[in-house]
């Protein structure tokens, strides 16, 4: 059974960085693309980055891009979103999401429970 | 960057109704969709890839149809479980966009 758990959520000031983890667990790792999603509260789904398994291929949404870092340990199946510059707007839920191929740049099929992100001072 | 629309935002209706979701993309997309139901409180859950396929293990009440901008999303029989926001996203390419979401409610 796949499984994913994230961690690394908390409360940031503004202009701070967090780095949130994604431990994955059930299935070959490497073999997979995964994103990470965020829902800010009360909102909807928005997409944030994905990386291919071979962390060849990485995505960004426009709203984080050059502020996150997505990146993957294949060694220890574990995907990573390093978080520079945060921002009010960037308070959210994070989903970490595995995708059905290696190939970065599809639907997630399987989600983590998600870690709550709160940037204010 | 394409843009998702789905509508209604949010819709009431009784248990064994046909409900249809509608996802408009601003520009073609082929079948590179996918539908997500999430219920209160809980994860997203996948319900429907290449706008048309259903994920193993949703029951067949569900089902999708479209392709190129317009797409929809039809439950045959509404069940009380089905009180959900049931999410669109396009992924024929980066951004990998989601639609704003409609909330399904049992009147």
Redesign the interface.
């Known amino acids: 059974e796949v499984q994913l758990l994230e961690s690394g959520g908390g409360l940031v000031q503004p202009g701070g960085s967090l780095r949130l983890s994604c431990a994955a667990s059930g299935l070959t790792f490497r073999n997979y693309a995964m994103s990470w999603v965020r829902q800010a509260p009360g909102k909807g789904l928005e997409w944030v980055s994905s990386i291919s398994g071979s962390a060849a291929n990485i995505y960004y949404a426009d709203s984080v891009k050059g502020r996150f870092t997505i990146s993957r340990d294949n060694s220890k199946n574990t995907l990573y979103l390093e978080m520079n510059s945060l921002r009010p707007e960037d308070t959210a839920v994070y989903y970490c999401g595995k995708e059905p191929r290696q190939s970065s740049g599809w639907y997630s099929d399987y989600w983590g429970q998600g870690t709550l992100v709160t940037v204010s001072s | 960057?394409i843009q998702m629309t789905q509508s209604p935002s949010s819709l009431s209706a009784s248990v064994g109704d046909r409900v249809t979701i509608t996802c408009r993309a601003s520009q073609g997309i082929n079948n590179y969709l996918?539908w997500?139901q999430?219920k209160p409180g809980k994860?997203?859950?996948?319900l429907i890839?290449a706008a048309s396929t259903l994920?193993s293990g949703v029951p067949s009440r569900f089902s999708g149809s479209g392709s190129g901008t317009d797409f929809t999303l039809t439950i045959s029989s509404l069940q009380p479980e089905d009180v959900a926001?049931y999410?669109c996203?396009k992924?024929n390419?980066?951004?990998?966009?989601?639609?704003?979401?409609t909330k399904v409610e049992i009147k």
């Open positions: 960057d996918a997500y999430q994860v997203p859950k996948l890839y994920q926001t999410y996203q992924y390419s980066a951004p990998l966009t989601f639609g704003g979401g």
